[in-house]
């Protein structure tokens, strides 16, 4: 339900002119509206009688380059064990499958939280400028998917506050707290966005913080 809630909403928007609805009988998501932009996108583009199939094929590419996206992390630091893959398959099926099942519903969370380490990831990689103004701009757009991405915002404070002689890191923080910042500002100018992300009381609305 989930799923179709996001579908709902780009069919607001593809219908309607608004993401939102303008009557109270369309649905809606209280998730920020990331994933209704791409069915949004996908309908437009000609694909609507498969669009759930399409994104449900989508989150699993998702999820696969999330675990990807791990190993490459790791990489950056040590050899990552030989068995890497074999290990967290098992990993994942004993202790994690009911993420995973969550996962591939197409939750914005996983999509929110691969911007957050692939923005990390590029940085780490190189430190330049130009890598830490695009790993920034991920980071700090990853709210578009989901509220909860803030947590590694704090997560990147913490960790910068402990390590103040380190200045590129410094100012990697500091560049993507402040476009979550201006972007979470943008996003909730909208009165339909403040409405049913803030107002109304939910689990993971920013009100419950």
Known sequence: WDLNEQIGMADNLYLEGSVY??????????YTPGVSFIAYFL?????????????????SLILFLTIILFYKIIELYQKPNEYFFEIQIIYTLLLCFGY??????????????????????????????????????????????????????????FYSFFNLKKKDDLK?????????????????????????NYEIISDDGFQTI
């Open 21 to 30: 609805p303008k009557n109270n009988f369309s649905i809606f998501s209280i």
């Open 172 to 196: 990697f923080t500091s560049l993507s707290t402040f476009i979550f910042i201006v972007t979470t500002i943008y996003l909730f100018s909208f009165d339909s966005v403040f409405k049913y």
């Open 43 to 59: 309908r437009t583009i000609g694909i609507s009688e498969y669009l759930p199939e399409f994104l449900l094929i989508i989150s």
């Open 100 to 157: 995973v099942h969550y996962a591939t519903e197409f939750k914005p969370d996983t999509l929110a939280f691969l911007l957050c380490f692939f923005g990390l990831y590029i940085y780490q990689k190189n430190k330049s400028l130009r890598n830490m103004i695009f790993g920034s701009i991920l980071i700090g757009t990853s709210v578009l998917f989901k509220q909860q991405s803030i947590f590694f915002i704090i997560g990147l404070i």
